[in-house]
């Protein structure tokens, strides 16, 4: 079961990947992500507001604060909680490209809950999305982004 999902993401990620890299090459896209670890820029994060109100307040809520956790002992097993998208989760544990793959295809744990964007969302809008998230994170945090994290532990 780990091999199957370990597979699927960097299938998806080398698919990710190509389309980018053929973005560029038609020169549709100038930048995709914005860079893992720097603030957005104000017109992403606009954008990305936008859609979130639109896709992703109704499970992640205001904010990004998520769903009240479950105690675990009422809690149902396939029960899956819109995690915090703020600061007070993992989700700034992720680059830039990560959490647009995660929008887009999500993973096997979060797709049964979670609708995957792939055919709803560009890539673009994607990135806007990241940068709004981003934008609810302070600076000491958005500089502990990604493979920065463990530093910041």
């Not at 499970?59 to 703020?86: F, Q, T, Y």
């Not at 096997?108 to 934008?135: C, G, Q």
């Amino acid at each position: 079961m780990i091999r199957f999902i370990h597979s699927t993401y960097w299938r998806k990620r080398r698919e990710l990947k190509v389309t980018l890299l053929g973005a560029l090459l038609a020169g549709t896209i100038a930048t995709v992500f914005a860079e893992t670890g720097v603030t957005p820029k104000p017109t992403a994060v606009a954008r990305g507001a936008q859609l979130y109100s639109d896709y992703c307040v109704s499970c992640h809520r205001k904010d990004g604060v998520g769903e009240p956790r479950v105690p675990w002992s009422i809690r149902r097993p396939d029960l899956i909680e819109a995690m915090p998208l703020n600061e007070t989760s993992h989700a700034w544990h992720h680059s830039d490209e990560q959490l647009v793959t995660m929008i887009l295809d999500g993973t096997e744990r979060s797709r049964r809950r979670m609708p995957v964007f792939r055919n709803v969302l560009s890539i673009s809008d994607a990135t806007d999305l990241v940068a709004y998230i981003k934008s609810l994170w302070s600076d000491r945090i958005l500089a502990c982004q990604g493979p920065n994290h463990m530093r910041c532990m």
